[in-house]
């Protein structure tokens, strides 16, 4: 089940993002946060290597999570949890493999989903979901 929460979040860094950048950086800030809260250790933002690319990657009692943001307009045409489509999944998958061979951990790594909704002037509303992917490694 997932677990919803609404966060404040600080304004973006870069004041001249195009508008679909700067509600992806503050869902990625607002996802961040969320996680801190909840006892997440943050070990990379936005990592990157080449073509791949990771939006969080965090741990909590010795599991690694990926955690693919999405985030999208309340009451727009998609939810985000729509969002994560069958390509991005086996994108993310990619990406994860090359972070493992980079960083290996020995524990359970689990693929979660942080759904952000956003609505001006409101604070964001955050969905959790746990093994949002299944691995098939």
Do not use: C
């Amino acid at each position: 089940m997932p677990v919803s929460r609404r966060i404040e979040v600080s304004e973006p860094a870069v004041s001249d993002m195009n508008d679909t950048t700067r509600i992806g950086s503050e869902g990625e800030e607002a996802a961040a946060a969320w996680l801190l809260e909840q006892g997440f250790r943050l070990l990379r933002r936005n990592w990157r290597a080449g073509r791949y690319e990771l939006d969080i990657v965090a741990e909590k009692e010795g599991t690694l999570h990926v955690v693919e943001v999405k985030t999208r307009r309340r009451e727009g045409l998609t939810s985000p949890e729509e969002a994560l489509d069958s390509r991005k999944i086996r994108a993310l998958i990619r990406a994860a493999r090359a972070y493992l061979d980079r960083h290996p951990h020995a524990g359970e790594v689990q693929f979660d989903l942080m759904a952000v909704e956003t609505r001006p002037g409101e604070a964001p509303e955050l969905r959790l979901i746990e093994h949002a992917v299944e691995l098939h490694w």
